[in-house]
C-alpha cells in the first residue's frame, strides 16, 4: 500500500507539473497574442495585408531616329496604358465589367478578355495582361476614381513611339506593335527579354535595327495588398519589415536606353521629294554616287507609323490590306518594273565593251526595225534618220537599241546588267529587298513556253520584254556610270550613338562590286545621258533645271504595261492601270556628280513629263540647300571673328519632346514651283 501511495503522489507531481506547464504556455501565447493583436495590431494587420511582392517593369526608353543635321524624325511619348494582373483578381468578369465603358469594350470583348484572364495559370498569372493601350484623360480619372473597386487593376506608364513627320519617311522608318505569341515563344528561346504585351519593330529600320534601339527593361519590386495595390511601408519598423521582404539591393533594378540611329538623310530634301513627287503611287530615291548613302526616299502610297503602332482599328487594317495600290509596300525596293528607256545605257555599254560598235557608229532609224516577220516599232513613228551612239541616247532611238541588241544577243546585255547590279539585292539595310529579274538565254529556256527567241534580245536592249529592275537598282547603276564604275551598298544609317550622344558605330561607305567597263566607255554614255538634259533635241531638255549653273545628265524612260496593237494609243486615252510607267533618272554635276536621283511615276505617262520634273525638284533643292548650309556656317565663322552675323536657320535640339516638323526653307519654294509647260515636240517622251 506504501508503493501505492507513493505511485499516486508521483502521478499526482507529473500531473500539476504539466498543468503549470500548460497554463505557462498558454499564458505565453496570451501574451502574444495581446502583443500581436492589441499592442502591435495595426502594424501587423497592415503587413498581413502586405503579404506579396510584385515585380513593376520599367521600361526603357527606345533610342531616337535622328536625320543627319540631328533633326528627330522618331522619338517616343508617354503612354498610359490600363492593365490587369490575374493573381490579383478574384472577378475578373466584374472587374472587366466595370471596365468596359470606359475601355470602349463590347460585350464579345469582355467575355474574350474573361476567358483569356481565366485561362492564364502559374507564375504567368502574375505578369500583367494590358487591357488598352493609350488609354484618354477621362479614362485615367474614371480609374483613379474607382480604383478600390478594380482589383488587380494597374496604369502603367510607358514609351510610346513618336513618328514627327506622319507618313513622310514611313517605310524607311518602319513601325511597331505588340508581339504575338509565336514570336514570343521564339524570342524566349533565343534568350531575348521579352514578354507579353511588349511592342516589337516591324518593317524598316524599326526592324531592322531592333536590338539596337530596343535598350533593356528594368524592374522594380514592390509591397503589394492581396489587391494588388502597392503598400508604402510607414515607421522605422515597417520600413524595417518591408526591407526583410525586399532587400535594398534587390528593390531596383535600372533600365538601359537604347541607342540612337542618325540617318543619312535630310529631311529638308525629304520633303522637296514628297511634294515634287505628284503620282498616286511610285517611288523616288536620291544617292550620293561618292559614298552610297541614300539622300531621300519617297514610296507613295505610304501608311501612317503612328497609326499602326497602336490605336488603329480592324477596319482600318482590312482597308490598307485591300487597297488596290498597296500603301504598305515600299515601292523603291520592294517592286520591281520594266525600266523602259533608262536600260538603254545597259545595252551601250555591251555594245562597247563587246566590240559590237564604236561610238560613230551609225544606224538608220525609219521608224521601226524587221526581224524575221515581226517589225519592232521606235517611239517616233517618223523615224530619226541616221543616228550614232550620243544621238540614240539624246533622243531614245528606239531602232538604234534594237539593232545593237539583235547584233549582241541577250547574254552580253544580261553580263553588263549584272555587272551593273541588276538581278541581286543592292544590300541596303532594309528588310525584304527583291533582285529583280535580268534574263538570259538560259532564263528563257526555263520559263518561256517557247524557249528563247531571237527577238527576246531586242526587247530587253529597250528595257522591256522580261527584264525588271527596282528603282533603287536603277540609282546605283547610274551612281556607278557617273562615279566611274565603283557601286556602293546603299545605306540609310549614317551611325549609331548611345543615350548621351557618343558614337557606337559608323557606317562608312562600303564598295560591293565594280563595273568592269573602259573609262572611255563610261565617259561616252555620260556624254549622251548629258545631252539628254542640257541639249536641244533632248527628251529631258524642256525639263532642264532653270536655276542652276551645272550640268546634269540623265534618262527618260517610258515603260509599256500592257502590249501595243497595231494602232497607236495616247496615254490618256487609256484608263490609269493600262497607261505607261513613267522614269527619269539624272545625276549632277556631270564633272563630278554629288547626287543621283532615280524617279518612277507607275502608270505616269511619258519620262519627260511625268517623272523628270520631280528629279530636277529634287537636284535644284539639293544644291540650293548646300548653298544655304554654307552661307549659315559662313555666318557662324563671321560671329567667332566678331562680325554681324547673317540670319541663320537655327537648328532643332534633341530632345524626347514633341516638336512640329519644319517648314520647307524659304530657298526652296523655286524648287517646289511647277515649271512652265513643255513646248509641244516630238522629244517630250521617254
Request: aromatic share 8%; no cysteine; glycine share 10%.
Given at each position: 500500500m506504501g508503493s501505492g501511495q507513493a505511485a499516486g503522489r508521483e502521478y499526482l507531481r507529473r500531473y500539476v507539473y504539466a498543468v503549470l506547464i500548460a497554463v505557462g504556455a498558454l499564458c505565453v501565447l496570451a501574451g502574444r497574442l495581446y502583443w500581436l493583436q492589441v499592442v502591435r495590431g495595426e502594424h501587423y494587420a497592415r503587413l498581413s495585408r502586405s503579404n506579396f511582392v510584385k515585380a513593376v517593369e520599367i521600361p526603357a526608353d527606345r533610342g531616337m531616329i535622328l536625320d543627319r543635321r540631328g533633326t528627330i524624325v522618331v522619338d517616343s511619348r508617354p503612354s498610359y496604358d490600363v492593365?490587369?494582373?490575374?493573381a490579383f483578381c478574384p472577378d475578373p468578369e466584374q472587374t472587366l465589367g466595370a471596365l468596359a465603358g470606359v475601355l470602349g469594350f463590347g460585350l464579345d470583348e469582355v467575355r474574350q478578355w474573361t476567358?483569356?484572364?481565366?485561362?492564364?495559370?502559374?507564375?504567368?498569372?502574375?505578369?500583367?495582361?494590358?487591357?488598352?493601350?493609350?488609354?484618354?484623360?477621362?479614362?485615367?480619372?474614371?480609374?483613379?476614381?474607382?480604383?478600390?473597386?478594380l482589383d488587380g487593376v494597374d496604369v502603367r506608364i510607358r514609351p510610346r513611339r513618336n513618328y514627327r513627320f506622319g507618313k513622310m519617311l514611313a517605310h524607311v522608318l518602319g513601325y511597331m506593335n505588340e508581339i504575338g505569341p509565336a514570336e514570343l515563344e521564339r524570342a524566349r528561346a533565343r534568350g531575348l527579354d521579352y514578354e507579353l504585351g511588349d511592342a516589337i519593330g516591324r518593317a524598316g529600320l524599326e526592324e531592322r535595327f531592333e536590338s539596337v534601339l530596343r535598350g533593356k527593361d528594368g524592374l522594380e519590386r514592390v509591397v503589394v495588398?492581396?489587391?494588388?495595390?502597392?503598400?508604402?511601408?510607414?515607421?522605422?519598423?515597417?520600413?524595417?519589415?518591408?526591407?526583410?521582404?525586399i532587400p535594398e539591393e534587390e528593390r531596383i533594378r535600372p533600365s538601359v536606353p537604347g541607342h540612337n540611329l542618325v540617318l543619312t538623310i535630310d529631311m529638308r530634301l525629304q520633303r522637296v521629294a514628297e511634294e515634287a513627287f505628284p503620282g498616286r503611287a511610285g517611288s523616288v530615291v536620291a544617292l550620293d554616287p561618292q559614298t552610297g548613302y541614300v539622300l531621300a526616299m519617297v514610296s507613295r502610297p505610304a501608311f501612317d507609323p503612328n497609326r499602326l503602332s497602336g490605336g488603329i482599328t480592324k477596319e482600318e487594317m482590312q482597308a490598307l490590306a485591300e487597297d488596290p495600290y498597296e500603301p504598305m509596300l515600299h515601292r523603291a525596293i520592294q517592286e520591281h518594273y520594266h525600266p523602259g528607256s533608262t536600260f538603254k545605257v545597259v545595252t551601250a555599254i555591251a555594245g562597247l565593251e563587246e566590240g559590237v560598235i564604236r561610238p560613230s557608229d551609225t544606224v538608220t532609224c525609219n521608224g521601226g526595225y524587221t526581224l524575221g516577220r515581226r517589225r519592232w516599232r521606235c517611239w517616233r513613228a517618223a523615224g530619226h534618220g541616221r543616228v550614232a551612239l550620243y544621238d540614240a541616247l539624246q533622243h531614245s532611238c528606239d531602232v538604234y537599241f534594237y539593232a545593237l541588241g539583235d547584233r549582241l544577243d541577250i547574254d552580253p546585255i544580261a553580263k553588263w546588267a549584272r555587272a551593273l547590279g541588276f538581278g541581286a539585292p543592292t544590300g541596303l539595310p532594309l528588310p525584304h529587298e527583291i533582285p529583280g529579274i535580268v534574263p538570259d538565254v538560259a532564263y528563257h529556256e526555263r520559263v518561256s513556253p517557247e524557249g528563247y527567241?531571237?527577238?527576246?534580245?531586242?526587247?530587253?536592249?529597250?528595257?522591256?520584254?522580261?527584264?525588271?529592275?527596282?528603282?533603287?537598282?536603277?540609282?546605283?547603276?547610274?551612281?556607278?556610270?557617273?562615279?566611274?564604275?565603283?557601286?556602293?551598298?546603299?545605306?540609310?544609317?549614317l551611325r549609331e550613338e548611345d543615350a548621351e550622344g557618343r558614337v557606337v558605330r559608323e557606317f562608312l561607305p562600303e564598295i560591293v562590286g565594280r563595273v568592269g567597263a573602259k573609262p572611255e566607255t563610261l565617259a561616252e554614255v555620260v556624254e549622251g545621258l548629258r545631252r539628254v538634259v542640257m541639249e536641244p533635241g533632248g527628251t529631258a531638255y524642256y525639263r532642264r533645271p532653270r536655276h542652276l549653273d551645272v550640268q546634269v545628265a540623265g534618262k527618260t524612260g517610258t515603260a509599256q504595261v500592257v502590249k501595243m496593237g497595231r494602232d497607236r494609243v495616247s496615254s490618256d486615252e487609256l484608263d490609269?492601270?493600262?497607261?505607261?510607267?513613267?522614269?527619269?533618272?539624272?545625276?549632277?554635276?556631270?564633272?563630278?556628280?554629288?547626287?543621283?536621283?532615280?524617279?518612277?511615276?507607275?502608270?505616269?505617262?511619258?519620262?519627260?513629263?511625268?517623272?523628270?520634273?520631280t528629279a530636277v525638284a529634287v537636284i535644284e533643292a539639293y544644291f540650293e540647300l548646300k548653298a544655304q548650309d554654307a552661307a549659315e556656317r559662313h555666318g557662324a565663322h563671321e560671329v567667332e571673328a566678331g562680325q554681324a552675323p547673317a540670319p541663320a536657320v537655327r537648328e532643332r535640339p534633341r530632345t524626347r519632346g514633341r516638336a512640329r516638323p519644319p517648314e520647307s526653307p524659304p530657298a526652296l519654294r523655286h524648287a517646289l514651283e511647277p515649271h512652265p509647260p513643255a513646248m509641244p515636240s516630238a522629244t517630250d517622251t521617254g
Open positions: 492593365a490587369l494582373t490575374p476567358k483569356r484572364v481565366a485561362a492564364v495559370r502559374g507564375l504567368e498569372r502574375f505578369r500583367p495582361i494590358v487591357l488598352k493601350e493609350d488609354v484618354g484623360r477621362d479614362a485615367l480619372d474614371w480609374i483613379d476614381a474607382h480604383r478600390l473597386e495588398d492581396a489587391k494588388g495595390r502597392r503598400i508604402d511601408a510607414q515607421g522605422e519598423a515597417a520600413a524595417a519589415e518591408v526591407g526583410r521582404l527567241q531571237r527577238g527576246f534580245a531586242l526587247n530587253t536592249a529597250i528595257g522591256q520584254g522580261d527584264v525588271n529592275v527596282t528603282n533603287m537598282q536603277l540609282a546605283v547603276a547610274y551612281m556607278a556610270i557617273a562615279n566611274g564604275g565603283i557601286r556602293y551598298r546603299p545605306q540609310v544609317v490609269y492601270w493600262h497607261r505607261d510607267h513613267a522614269w527619269f533618272v539624272a545625276f549632277a554635276p556631270v564633272e563630278h556628280p554629288e547626287i543621283v536621283v532615280s524617279v518612277v511615276n507607275e502608270h505616269g505617262g511619258h519620262g519627260s513629263s511625268g517623272a523628270a520634273p
